[in-house]
């Protein structure tokens, strides 16, 4: 029997498709830009746009208590991990209380190898070497801006709205992991704490490796003060980033600073999304026991 097709019909469909894709992207906005925590927007001229940040508050929140700083990217990925062992660690009474603050990846824009990737790497997140005579190098990494970002609108705003201890912890994932060395190797000053798990140091032909490397060798007397650096990996990683990590191992073994106490971990059987949840705790206990010291 053939089906009569009507204007209509066809009107309500069309309708139905749009309300049908408009609440998937609802969903996916929600998922990604709005918190379980306290939402803000700072409107940022480093930038040049608005970048929000979720904002997490110890649950006896004090103001007039001043608390340690963790600032990590990546949004609401792996968030709850952090709920959970920042809450389990209060109530253990092993460590500081902190403010966690998460920055997340712009939600209409891909901004995030754009932030995250160091200004001597590409964007793209290219495994091989650069041409000897390339005259046309693809677009690098901007991470310098966003660290800019960071340390002159985002710390001075939650300063001057929260009081914060000299306790200061940058934790990043997978792109992010090279965000964290590349803030280490120009402005170790910046933080006591650096966590970086599955970091992804092998970006164009190892390069955030070599500049670590190149840092830990002649410039690591800019550790003037006591810093903690944590690493992990997940085992069934892929080899790059376990290559990367290995590497990493060996100029941090090669080159010891006294300044520069790190530690390092391969989470065994855990690809690279399973890596940050096992990660979380491990990291947060070093860094206390440090902090103790």
């Known amino acids: 029997m053939a089906i009569k097709i009507t204007k209509l019909y066809l009107t309500n469909l069309a309708l139905a498709i749009v309300i049908l894709v408009l609440g998937i992207l609802a969903i996916n906005y929600y998922n990604h830009y709005v918190s379980a925590y306290t939402d803000v927007t700072i409107n940022s001229k480093v930038l040049n746009e608005s970048r929000k940040v979720f904002i ?25 991990t952090w709920d959970k062992a920042l809450t389990k660690q209060a109530k ?31 964007q793209d997140v290219n495994t091989q070497a650069r041409l000897e005579h390339e005259t046309l190098p693809e677009p690098n990494g901007e991470a310098d801006k966003f660290l800019a970002f960071i340390e002159t609108e985002l710390l001075p705003y ?41 970091p992804a140091a092998w970006y164009d032909d190892m390069t955030v490796v070599n500049n670590v490397d190149a840092f830990l060798t002649a410039q690591a007397n800019k550790v003037k003060s006591p810093t903690y650096l944590y690493l992990s990996v997940g085992g069934a990683e892929h080899p790059l980033m376990l290559k990367a990590f290995n590497n990493l191992e060996t100029a941090l073994t090669t080159n ?35 902090i103790k010291k």
Not at 94 to 103: H, Q, R
Not at 265 to 287: R, T
Request: proline residues 7%; without cysteine.
């Open 56 to 80: 997490r508050l110890p649950t006896d929140y004090n103001a007039k208590k001043a608390y340690p700083l963790i600032i990590k990217t990546d949004g609401n990925f792996n968030l709850d």
């Open 92 to 122: 253990s009474e092993k460590g500081d209380k902190a403010i966690l603050v998460s920055i997340p990846n712009l939600f209409f824009k891909d901004t995030r190898n754009r932030d995250l990737v160091p200004p001597y790497a590409r």
């Open 158 to 198: 939650l300063s001057t709205n929260y009081k914060l201890s000299n306790n200061r912890v940058l934790s990043v994932f997978s792109a992010g992991g090279s965000f964290v060395l590349y803030t280490l190797h120009t402005k170790p000053e910046l933080f006591n704490g650096y966590f970086a798990f599955s």
């Open 256 to 290: 010891p600073n006294n300044n520069l106490v790190w530690q390092s971990a391969i989470n065994e059987g855990a690809e690279h999304s399973d890596n940050p949840p096992l990660s979380v705790a491990k990291a947060l206990a070093g860094y206390s026991a440090f």
